[in-house]
């Protein structure tokens, strides 16, 4: 799996193209769509964004839900149907929907930000504002990188 590391600002032009990351495209190298997958984050003013195979992924673990119960539904219904496949063009760049820019309020410049296996694209000026809100939860809640758990390890 990709593995999206660090924070990277980028212009974006007028018709919504903006460079992905080098060190992004580079995370992306040995994938079979050339691209990322990205929607409306659930959580903030911002879009998530996966790798396509991390997105099948996604698609698998919503089998461990009844295919006709809500709760799938309703999940499925969230990611997938406004997921956007973003193909890389020749110069490394992706042309992000004018729904999605709106949403996000991404304006001339887009953050991109590295969050292991996934990403996503903030408005600069309002990633501060997050890092600082995540910061302070990590910190009053004592929160910590959980162990690996061993295989087997939880299973009934």
């Given at each position: 799996m990709p593995l999206f590391l660090s924070t990277h600002i980028n212009k974006v032009d007028k018709k919504g193209r903006?460079?992905?990351?080098?060190?992004f495209r580079a995370a992306l190298s040995g994938q079979s769509f050339q691209g990322v997958v990205v929607?409306?984050?659930?959580?903030?003013?911002?879009l998530e964004g996966f790798a396509y195979s991390y997105m099948e992924e996604l698609s698998a673990r919503l089998d461990n839900f009844d295919l006709f119960s809500s709760e799938q539904?309703?999940?499925?219904?969230?990611i997938f149907s406004?997921?956007?496949q973003l193909p890389l063009d020749g110069n490394g760049r992706v042309i992000l929907p004018a729904d999605l820019v709106e949403y996000a309020e991404v304006g001339e410049e887009?953050?991109?930000?590295?969050?292991?296996?996934?990403f996503q694209i903030w408005n600069p000026s309002k990633l501060q504002d997050r890092r600082d809100e995540a910061r302070s939860v990590v910190k009053s809640k004592g929160l910590t990188v959980p162990k690996h758990k061993a295989s087997g390890e939880g299973e009934r």
């Open positions: 903006v460079s992905l990351p080098s060190g929607f409306r984050s659930n959580n903030h003013d911002c539904d309703d999940l499925a219904t969230t406004e997921a956007v887009a953050a991109f930000v590295g969050l292991g296996q996934k």
